[in-house]
Each structure stands twice: as structure tokens, then as C-alpha cells.
């Protein structure tokens, strides 16, 4: 399941006080429902921070399925039956691979990746930048180092 964030601006500085989140339940065999359910008609953005995080080579499908086909399916559904203006993805910072130097905050064409987590999540960052190249959703990443909490 993925969970999606809504939030409402109101142009105060302390913006993530007051903002409005909602979640919403997602169920990835089936985005193509996300078109009819009321409450994502009138959302001017997503938060998308599922994923799937193993490193196991044998899961590499399962990484691939989620990370990289519904992160991208969901950018398509939401660009055409929303009014949706933003989708923020929450990636990783080790797409930028094992390279060593500094790093870019731009897209990482080239990287030495090692592991299913930063191959997947780096195919969603390029997919994502083409699907937006080709749609008018735009999209904002997100790459942490680490991501901790309950």
C-alpha cells in the first residue's frame, strides 16, 4: 500500500503547523482506481514515500515492481485525472552510486550502483524525469541518506 499526503498551503511560514495531511490508502494492483476516489479530484499535490527497500538481489522484480513501474504508473494517473501540480518523491541519496567526489543535485546519468534498493529507486528518478518531460506533472525529489522513525 502506498500512502499519499495532501497538503493545503494557507501562506503562513510555519506552514507544516497548520497544513492539512491526509492519507490515502493506495492499493498498487489497482491505480487506475485512484481516477474515481473524490477526496484526490481537488489535490494540487502528492507525497509518494513507499518503497521497496531490500537490497536482496532475488527481490530485484518485486524492487523493480514497486519502486520503478508504480512509482511511474501513479505519476500517469495522477497527471491525467487530477488537477495535481506537484509529486514529490521521496528517493534516495545513494542514486547518485558509489562514485567518488562530490555529488550534484541534478540527476545522476552515470552511477556505479551496487545494490536492488539504489537500482530500483535510480530508474524511478530517471523514469519519473521523463515522465514529466512527456506530461505536465512536475516532479521534486527527495533523496535522503537515511529515513528513520515509526
Not at 35 to 43: H, Y
Not at 125 to 137: F, I, N, Y
Request: proline share 3%; net charge negative; aromatic share 10%.
Amino acid at each position: 500500500m502506498f500512502e499519499a499526503i495532501e497538503i493545503r498551503y494557507d501562506g503562513n511560514e510555519d506552514w507544516l503547523a497548520v497544513a492539512e495531511f491526509e492519507v490515502v490508502e493506495i492499493d498498487f494492483e489497482n491505480i487506475e482506481a485512484l481516477a474515481d476516489v473524490p477526496c484526490l479530484k481537488g489535490i494540487d499535490q502528492i507525497w509518494h514515500s513507499a518503497a521497496e527497500m531490500t537490497y536482496n538481489p532475488g527481490k530485484l522484480d518485486r524492487a523493480i515492481k514497486q519502486n520503478l513501474n508504480a512509482t511511474t504508473h501513479l505519476h500517469r494517473v495522477l497527471s491525467d485525472a487530477t488537477q495535481c501540480q506537484r509529486f514529490y518523491y521521496v528517493s534516495t541519496a545513494y542514486t547518485a552510486g558509489m562514485n567518488s567526489g562530490v555529488a550534484e543535485e541534478n540527476l545522476h546519468l552515470e552511477p556505479t550502483l551496487i545494490n536492488v534498493y539504489q537500482t530500483s529507486k535510480w530508474s524511478a528518478e530517471m523514469s519519473l524525469a521523463h515522465a514529466h518531460q512527456c506530461r505536465r506533472l512536475s516532479v521534486t525529489l527527495f533523496r535522503p541518506s537515511i529515513v528513520t522513525g515509526k
